[in-house]
């Protein structure tokens, strides 16, 4: 099964509040994770990452959230705005420490109400 | 810079047809990859090339090849389309091999008949 998972496939907010998307993942071995965005007929677009050595990461407007304990992982968008409308997918290198591969999640859509 | 380029943007193809799929990056990276995206599935890793003269399989290399040609190009051959490879196929690049940024390009929307 898939080892990168969201719990909701599709996320509605109001602008100018805040968007919380979620993932779990299953290999505690995993040590990096990223979040991607993909605009609709886009490539994905970095977002933020972060190393298991660490709790939380903030970028600019963004925050990505790491539980070990319960392997779950969430990227916090602050004010969203309607240009944050996209899929989100969370990504980890499931193979764990020296894997340089990574296992895609199948993506949150996010959308922006005015 | 253009950062990483694809062609086509979209293919149509019959089953049992070849065809290839270029990619280009000007950003000096040494590492490449090749993904498929299919509805309602995450990106899945066909191959990539930690750097130039070197190419590895990823997740799903099955009915496919790659070509590290130089530095900036890396290309994936279809040698005989399937339906079942009916997808968006992205290249990406980063820096080097490793746990790090990869710069994704637009796309090849190729539909197999």
């Known amino acids: 099964g898939e080892s990168v998972g969201l719990h909701l496939p599709t996320l509605s907010v109001q602008e100018g509040d805040n968007s919380i998307i979620n993932c779990a993942y299953s290999?505690?071995?995993?040590?990096?994770f990223i979040w991607y965005k993909q605009e609709s007929g886009k490539g994905p677009q970095f977002i933020i990452d972060?190393?298991?050595?660490?709790d939380k990461r903030q970028g600019q407007r963004v925050t990505v959230l790491l539980n070990k304990t319960v392997k779950h992982l969430s990227l916090q968008i602050a004010a969203t705005q309607p240009g944050d409308s996209a899929v989100y997918f969370c990504?980890?290198?499931?193979?764990?420490?020296?894997?340089?591969?990574?296992?895609f999640g199948k993506g949150t859509k996010l959308s922006v109400i005015p | 810079n253009a950062g990483v380029t694809q062609t086509p943007k979209f293919q149509v193809l019959k089953t049992g047809q070849s065809m290839t799929l270029q990619c280009a990056q000007d950003?000096?990276?040494?590492?490449m990859y090749w993904y498929r995206q299919d509805p309602g599935m995450g990106l899945r890793l066909i191959y990539y090339?930690?750097?130039?003269?070197?190419?590895d399989k990823g997740e799903v290399p099955n009915g496919y090849n790659v070509s590290r040609l130089n530095k900036r190009e890396f290309s994936l051959r279809l040698e005989s389309a399937a339906p079942s490879q009916t997808s968006v196929y992205f290249c990406?690049?980063?820096?080097?091999?490793?746990?790090?940024?990869?710069?994704f390009g637009p796309g090849t929307r190729l539909t197999v008949l």
């Open positions: 972060i190393r298991s050595n660490m």
């Open positions: 990504a980890e290198n499931k193979e764990g420490a020296g894997s340089y591969q990574l296992t």
């Open positions: 290999n505690s071995a995993s040590d990096y």
């Open positions: 950003m000096n990276h040494n590492s």
């Open positions: 090339s930690a750097s130039e003269g070197t190419t």
């Open positions: 990406a690049s980063s820096a080097n091999l490793g746990l790090n940024e990869q710069f």
